[in-house]
Structure formats: C-alpha cells, structure tokens
C-alpha cells in the first residue's frame, strides 16, 4: 500500500502502541505508555478523604497533573518549577486530562477518596495528551482494584461499578488534504486542522476539540476526522484491555 | 411556540446581543458586547512591533487576554493579581481567543505590528468565552483600520487583505436531552455536554469544543449541537457587521 | 469669566459628575461613577463572618480593592495578574480606599458580616483613586441597606449607626502657580503640588496626603488647596445624597 | 513640667536622636539613626548609569527601599522573602522615602548615576518611616560628596548644586485629644490622628500625610499638628548637620 | 556472611547498579542510572553560547537541575511547579551536581557552550543526590563526545582534555553504630550520622558534606565512612567506564 | 612569626571575635556577632506552639532564617523579597543554621515550644554562615533561659538538659597551598578548597562541609583542614561561655 507519511504508515494506522504496567513500585496504580517515540509515565495516587469543598459529599474526586520533563523536546525548554509558574499549555492539558477521567468514574462508589493522575512526559513527539488519557486510564483502573483489595473503597462497591465505561483519546488532523491518525511531531505542526478526540471503550464521546491552525475546516472534513479517531480508539481500548488483563 | 427555557426562548434562539462600538475613549478599537446579561468589555491596543521572537518576520501578532472581575460573578472572587498567579481557565480562554482571531487575520498584511485584544468581563451570565470572541472580533477590526489611517499598516494593504473573514463563537448543550443554543449560567451549570463553537463569516469552524459535563454524547448528538451553532454564529455575524457599518 | 485650564473650568470647579447606581444586576451594591472621562466600576460584595483574626470580636470588617483595566489608559499597560504581582501604587490606592470607608461605619453596629469594596477602574483620566472612595461610598451605602433588608445586619441596628457619616474625595494640586480642584491626567502630570483629600459629609477630615512633585509647598500653599478640596467634598456630598435617595 | 506622655517628654519634644555615621565600611554612604528604641540603618549605594528609561535623559535617578528585619518588633513577622512578596505597607513607605529624598536632589546635577538608598529598620518604636527619611538624608549627602570626589559626578557640578536643600521628617498625631510630637509604638496605636511630615531644611513641605485613625480631625487640629511637626523638622535638620560636619 | 542490613548486603558493598546509555533518543547525552530502587534520568544538553555574565570569557558552563517527580516517593508529594517555588532540598543538591561536575571539566577547554545536566529521580530509594553526581557524569561525557563530532567543541581540543578525569558519589552513614555504605531510604531515616561524598576518577575529594542526624560524630568515625566512601566511588568508576566504552 | 596572609595574621589564628548579647531590647535572645568586618545580627524568638506537623509529640521545634542587607557586601545585591523568592544560597546556608542549632537542643525537653532564629548579616567579610552558627547558639542560649524563667519551659526541665552541648562553626580552606583557619572574603574567593566545620562544645562533629573550588583535595589536606577547625572551634567555644556568664 502506498502512503505519503513519513513513517510509511496508513492514514488510519496508529503508531506502535506499547503499555507496562506497575513501571513505579510503590504507586497504587502506574505505567509506562508509549504511542511510538512518545513516552509517558502514567501514575496514580490513592489517598483517602477529598478537597475540603468536596468533604461530607460521600463522593470521592479525580484530578490529574501533566508535565514534561525539559529535555522531552528535541529543544530544552525552561522547567515551570524554574519560572514559577505553570504555563497555559500545561494547565489547559491538565485540565483535559482530569475531565476525561472524571467521565468514567462513579464518583459516590469511589466513596470519600481522591486518585490523582501524574502524567510525566519522558519523551515527546506528538500526542503527548492523548497517550496521557489513554495511560491515566490504565493507571486509574489499577488503583480503584488497591483501593478495593485494601479496604478503602468499600467492599459493597464492585469494581464494574466505580469505572463506569474505558476512555482512551487520540489526535487527528489534515496535512496536505488528508486526514490522518495519530500525528507526530512533525505532522502535527505542519497540520491545517488539529484535533484530540477523547471516546469512550463504548464508542461515545467525551470531548472533541478540534482547532483550525492553518486553514478552517468544512463540516465535511470534521467528519472524516471524526471516523479516524472513533477507528483509532476502539484500538487503543483493545491495548488497554489487554493490559489490564495481564 | 411552547418552550422549556426559563427565559422562554426557543431552542435556537440567541439572548438579546447588543454591541455598542468605541467605549473606550483612547483605544485603537473597542466595544462593549451584551449577551442578554453577560456583558464583556473588549478593546484592541494596536501597537507597532512585534515580540522578540518574531522580529524581521514581516509578520504581525494578534493575541488577547480574557479576566473577569472579581463580582462578575453571582459569588465574589478572588483577584488573579491579588492570588499572584493566573488561573488554568483564564489562561485556556485567553489562549483560545488569540487562536480564534489569528485564524482571521493575514498577518503579512499586518505588517510587524502587534494587537492585544482584552476581553474583560464585567458581568458573567454564562457565554463569557463566546461573546468575548465575537465581541473582540469587532474591537479588531477597528483597530486595524485605525492603523491603515494612521499609517502603521501600510497603505497598499487593503482592509479586506489584512482581515481574511469574520470570526463570531456561541455556547451549545444539550439540557434535558434537549439541543439548545446560547446557554445562560442556570444552563451552563446543568448542560449534559456543553461545547463552544467558532465559526467564519463564510460559515466555515475555526474551533470545535466540546465537553461531556454529565454524560458521554453521540455522534448524532454532536451532529445536532453543530447545527445549532452554526445558524447561531451566522446571526452573530449579521450582528457584527451592522455594528461596523454604523 | 476667564480660565487658564484647558477643559475651560474654573479653579474651584469639579468635572462633570455622573453616578449610575445597581450597575452591576447582582451585587449587593454597586454604581458607575464618572468625574469626566474617568470612568470607574465600584461594587460591594457583603458575605457573612469576618477575617480569622476579627472572629469572636462581634465586629464587622471592610476593605477595598483597586485594580485598572490594561487599557484604562492611554497607552496600554501589563496586568498584574500577568506580571505576577501587585505593584505599589496598586496597594497604595487599595489601602487609602479601605482606611477612608472604614472611618464612616461603625463595625460594631454592622455584626460580624464583611464588606469588601471592588474599585475597577475602566478609563483613567486623573482622579482615579478619589473618584472610587466617593463611588464606593454609594455601594458600601447600597450593600449596608442590603445586608439590613435580608437580615445579615440586625434589626435593631438602624441604618443610621452603621454609617456614621458620608465621605468623598477629590484631588487639588498646584498647576502653574494656581490651586485648582478636580485635576484630569494632563493637569496632574504637570502639577507643582499635588494633594487627595478625603472628607466626612460634615466636613471633618479623613486623610490628607499632599506631595511636593516638583517644588516643595508652602504653608499657605497648603491651606489654599484645603479650601478648594473642602468645597469640592461638599458637592460631591451633595451628588451621593441625590443617587442614594432616587 | 507636667507630662501625660509614659516616657515624661513634653508633648513638643523628640525622643534622643542619635545619627552614627559610616556604620558600613564599604558603602559610599551610611548611617545607624536613632530615635529614641527606633534604630534604622540607611545605606547609601552609589553607581554609574541608570534604569534603562531614563538613559541618554542626562539626569541621575534616587530611589529607596524599606524594609524591616523579622524580630525588629515585639512580635516576630514573617519575612516578605519568605513569603514571596512584598506587602503594602513596605512598597507604600519605599515609594514616600524615595519621593523625599528625590524632591531635595537635583537629578540633572547629579549625571547619569543611581543613588539607591536602603533603609533596614533593626529595632521599630514607631517612626520608622520619619527616621528612615532623616538617615537616608545623612547617607546621601554623604554618597554625592563620594561620587564628587572619585569623579563620577562632574567636577563643576558642585555639592550646594546637587542637593538642593536637606530633608527630615516627623510624625506627630493627637493622643487623648492632645497634638504630641515624636510618637513611640504606644502612642502610636492609640492616636485618634496620626501624621507624617516631611520638610525641607528651608522649612518647606514636601509630604503631609494625615490619616483619622479613630476620629476625623478638624481644620483646627491639622494646623495644630503641622506647628508641631515644623517644630521637629528644623531640630532633626541641626542633628542631620551637626553629624555631617563631624 | 553475616548482615545486619535489610537487603541482606556487607556493609561495604553497593546495591545493584545499572546504566542505561541515551535512554532520550534526542539529547546530546542521557542515561538512566539505577543504585537499587532508585531511578534517576539524566539527560545533557548542550547548546552552542553561555550565560551573559560569562560572554566573551572564552570558556564554556556546566550547570545542573534536579528534580523529583511527585510520585517518586512512596507519599505523593506536590509539584515544585505547581508551588510556584523550588524547596531549599532541591536548590542544594542542583547547586551539588553542578559544583561536583564543573570540578573535573575545563571550561577552557569546552569553548563558549553550555552543557545543562537534568537529573529527574523517576523513583526514589535513597541516595538520589549521588545517583544523578554519577550518572549525569555518563550524560555529561556523551554531550562533550557529541559536541566534538558535530564541531561545536573544537577539534583540537582532544576528549581527554574537557574532561580532566571522570567523578562518581557515594552516601555512607553510621547506623546502629555501623558503617555502612550506600543507604536505602530505611537506612537513611535512621542514620545517626549520614555523608555524602564526591570523588574522582584519580581518587581525590571533590565534596564531603557529613552530617550529625541524631548524634555527632567522632574524628575516627568520619574516617571510617570515608574509607568506606572511596572503595565505592572507586566500583562506580568502573560501572562508568564499562559503560561508555559499550 | 612571618605569615603570608594579608592581615598579618597566623594560619591557625582567628580573626578578631565579639559578641555584643542582647543587642535587641525585646527578642528573647540576640546578640551582634562580629568576625572581623562579617557582622551578623542573631536574634532568638520563643514562642509557644510547634508546627501543626509536630503538634502532640511533646518536642519543641528549632528553625533559623538566614539573610543578607543588600549592601552588607562591597557591590550591592537585590533583595529577595523583590525577586520574590529566595535564592539557593540562602535556602541551603538556613537549613545548615537549623540542624546545626538543633543538633544541641534536646527538643522533649524544649517542650511544645518554638525557637526562630534570625541571622541577618549586616556586614559581610567572609564566613557568614560560620559567623551565624556561633552567634546563633549564644541567642539561643538566652532564649532558653527566658524560656525558663517565664515559665514556657517546664521547671523540672533543668538548663543542662534543654541544651545537650554549646555549638561553634568556622571556615578554612587551602589558599596558595597553604592550610587557613576563618577565611575573609579575599582568601575565600581565591581558596582551591574550602570547608566549613561545626563543631560541639565537647569537640565532636556536627557538620563536615568541603569543596573543591578549583582543585580537589587529598585525604591528607582534608586532615590537615579538620585539624585547625577543631583548634579555632575550641577557641570560639570559649568566646561564647564569657558571653554567656557576662
């Protein structure tokens, strides 16, 4: 078949897709997901009790943390603990991160506890928010059954129950005309259209953020992103699921 | 017609928009902007050169800065200044203002001049991010032809080279399991899945966003909220380009 | 008669005066105050309990914010969220508007509630800092009232004793080797002697703060721009009188 | 005589004023002041060139910081380093040294030099502010005739032409309705009126800045005020003298 | 043999060590170096210019950052960039790393470049600080080969003279009474006394930072650890050499 | 004797030692420190209550804040309360004042109480921290004695017991080849090694602090350096005992 990416893929084909779980000893949940040279360590942490706005809900609270190491980039870039301050990028991506999540969590089953989900980036180079979704989700999974196995979250609360659905997230765009899945860094600048999908393992959306970076986008070519990424997240949820079964 | 909305609009009906040009005595551009009462105050500083990173492009920057007031709210605020740091909503917002503007501007035209839209929002009654948009727009095209008379963009660089299209942006979610446009705070809150929409004056997206609040949503529903948006922005446009002619 | 300043007023003249009252739909408090072309927002927030520190004590707290748009000026300046921090000037003008409000309420009468006073100015044109504490005198007013109708302020507290007095502010300054009232930017800027007055609706004193800025004053001096400030506090009594009673 | 003062003085009269000149070896200027269990240490630093918006202007620039050590009170305060930012307070006293100062210099005199004066209060009794003004004086005469003599100042700019007069301060207020000079911490926090006055050593003004902390004061009791703080001024101008022709 | 430590090691052996050589695909230098549990990821970046205090010196800048990721440790612990301020923990032990690796380069030698080390302790276990001194040294000799190759170095600036020699650290304490080198956390928490020491190739100090934790130490204890000090950085030499020579 | 040291004086032989107890009226312990032209204010403040981490153990806490005047050095350095964080040199130089102070106290019998001290240098000539450490301990020393005799330290916890040793520090370093005890600045900048030592009452090691400046150090030079700290420590120990019994 012939292609015109760099890589030789198709336009539908994922990057080779690589999930280790438990990477972190003493975390409650944790991989290492790599969406090809894109590699992030996926971390959650189970505590007990909630935020003080959220105390005597019974409900429990999901959060998440995205950063990336300086040299994750083919250029060194500042550390935001330097500047002092977190950057717009990162906060927009935690926050992205923490709703995809949320989507999926029983909030009242996960009883009065809070996981939060540090996504680190090791190395970058492209769909570093995607593959953070996709991992955190995996990360989450392990730690809800600590938390089950250890008596936090109460024993009444089957495990079905506090994950309601999988999640999984991955970018697609227009480059050169074409829509494709999964870019990397060098496809993702050059895109005219730019978007992260994040569905659910049943196939609903969770969030769609599709933006115009060179050219707008007709609602045709909305579309044919759209297709790519419901194919290429039913795939991811295959990984994750084989993953979680290991 | 029977409706379920408080405030007895159709499902496809904007809130009364009304946008009074040049409140701001000494700006290059500017204008207050009224989503029924969601009022935000948008004024472009027009200024010659560029940040350092883009000297001898020949290429201008447009960028913006969205903040509320601290009782724009139903709830006093804190103040980011007085907290010492910018909040990850304000800076998501800010962000996507810029983006929505540049994708309208032609930037050669623009010359090695730079324009800081901001968008303040004096009162909040859901939509601030859409009408700060729309509203800015307005702003921005009074700036720029205040920096053709002034000299600043250069004469043979006509009006309709250096703005490209219109650029308007309106709220859609679903509420009740209905579709409905332009949602007030009372809305907002309770929206299943809210999403943000930028469109052109041609009617083409510069941006899609779209969140699942409380429920995953389908591709059928995310078809039914685009429609929405779509004819809502077309009247904005309408709106924008009376107030221009005045 | 014959002036020497450039907006044609005389010496012992103010501005235009203007104030809309319940600008802001939901605050407890608030109006649009206007000496000529500056122009600020004031509002008043009243929430129930005190700051930790005045716990217990049975007695009220207010205190006041002061914040300029970027663009409220003629060239546009950074904020102070952006840049992190508070400047000096900033704090300076919060402080005096807290301490000059504080002098009229008698925070025993007012119950252990908190007024805080948001003086946002949206375009500057001198004055700035005298027009917020005579427009935040017309929330603090309008908030008290409030906090009485719904019963945060008891009953038999009447209003009376909670506002001992009213106070307004003006400026004076020397220009040219006159003393003249009510100084707009281009007169300030170029002012010997500069001074803000703050006075109680009878006529006593709240703070006096005088600066040489380019030649020191003299006694004499001194007590001409007092004249001037205390028939200006005595008009602009009058103005509050007439927003509060229509 | 009889006194109601705790520590005896006759309400005109200044608590012991000592001045140490040269307390910093290396400094170009510096002096330990007391008044009274008041001790500030100013410091004269003196360097070529200045703030980049000043260059090419010719003239020189003065400016000032305060700051007080954690235990220079009763009660230890936490360190403004510590907590990341500067208070109100500092900033507001900082910006009133630095106008004194500036208003006796005469800045195209002094060349394109900077004269930064640091005033550290070691031990605070109230007044730290009038002391900090009246050595930063002493500490600035005594960097101008150091930048004279090592050539930083131009040779035909003589010293009576640099520093146009000399500068101290006061605070005077009215404790238990009497107008007393010179106020300690204890006197301080019960004043009904509190007052600090900086004057010229030609008996000028340069700052009255008067503020009603329990009661608005009277036309009457002003003037009363000012003959007090006139009074001390011209005594703290024979101490400025008498140390600096040692 | 018997053991009295946990892990069942002679008190004079290292845990397992291992170096994985450019685990970052895209820096000049990387390895990930692990003593036991402990993860760091060092990575080296080198860019051609050096800080503006150093322009024009002719000589190059060896500067290094350490960090920790929040979950790293078996509590979470919050992101240094999400405080807004860098802990005194990681000032120290970024200002070790760069002191301990400039001791055996020769700026001079380097040429006007700057190789900055970013130690990021993936999983901590004790000695994170010599884990990142010695594996940055790997990073840091794979920049200076990679700086050589591409002409940034000059090419008659042979290897062997930028790098004087090569240099490794070690952590030894005293626990129950035992010297003991290389401390696990459990160890670390409980020493008495707990060193960290830096040493060349050629087997000279480079840093001995020794600290009493619960007890002082005598003159012949502090000479025990340091014999126990040089036998190990002399094995950590030889793990370096092995890998770099793969 | 002949020496090569610009002060005349011997290798083995310290600056000039005074220590001026009680230089600040109201802290309960404080003394001015002088080494030569270094000058250190340590002033001791107790206060009832412990950090909420240690709240219930029954231990008092021990903390100390060291800083610098912005001219205590020859060239004038920006505060950090105006960079608005404190710098790494600080951090670590604070933290080493803090264990080397608690490492004398017995914090059971301190009791839930808190001892906070200040270093502030006023005038620095080398060996601050040195400086600092020694002074610290005589502040120290008094504020245990108030503590006493006010009774915020039980009366069965006798004097001897709350302090377990006395505790001095000083510099030396390898200059030209040659062993020096306490550095001034002008040995300091030029010494190829350099170590700070602490050391107890009773001769036994608290800290051990050496760094290879310019060369790395033998285990012979690191003897030789450890020898004339123990000599100049001994006789600083006798320095605060007459303090002390003044």
């Known amino acids: 078949m012939t292609t015109n990416r760099a890589d030789g893929r198709a336009n539908n084909q994922l990057r080779p897709v690589k999930i280790t779980r438990n990477w972190i000893a003493n975390a409650e949940g944790s991989c ?9 360590l996926c971390v959650a942490s189970l505590t007990e009790g909630v935020p003080r706005w959220r105390q005597g809900s019974g409900e429990g609270w999901v959060t998440a943390e995205y950063s990336m190491l300086p040299r994750a980039t083919s250029q060194r870039s500042q550390r935001e603990s330097v500047k002092g301050k977190i950057g717009g990028r990162t906060h927009e991506i935690s926050r992205l991160i923490g709703r995809s999540l949320r989507a999926v969590v029983d909030t009242a089953s996960l009883g009065e506890n809070t996981i939060v989900l540090d996504c680190d980036v090791l190395q970058a180079d492209g ?19 600590w938390g089950q196995k250890n008596g936090l979250i109460p024993l009444d609360k089957a495990h079905q129950k506090v994950l309601k659905d999988s999640v999984a997230a991955i970018s697609v765009g227009i480059i050169d005309g074409e829509p494709r899945l999964d870019l ?12 992260n999908v994040v569905v659910t393992g049943s196939g609903e959306f969770i969030e769609v953020q599709g933006t115009a970076e060179h050219a707008p986008f007709t609602r045709a070519e909305l579309g044919a992103l759209l297709d790519l990424a419901e194919g290429g997240c039913k795939e991811l949820a295959v990984f994750q699921e084989v993953a979680l079964s290991e």
């Open 32 to 40: 290492l997901i790599e969406f090809g040279n894109t590699r992030v």
């Open 127 to 145: 769909g570093t928010r995607t593959a953070s979704i996709t991992g955190a989700y995996v990360a989450l999974a392990d730690a809800i059954k």
């Open 184 to 195: 990397p860094y060098e496809e993702d600048v050059r895109a005219e259209t730019d978007m």
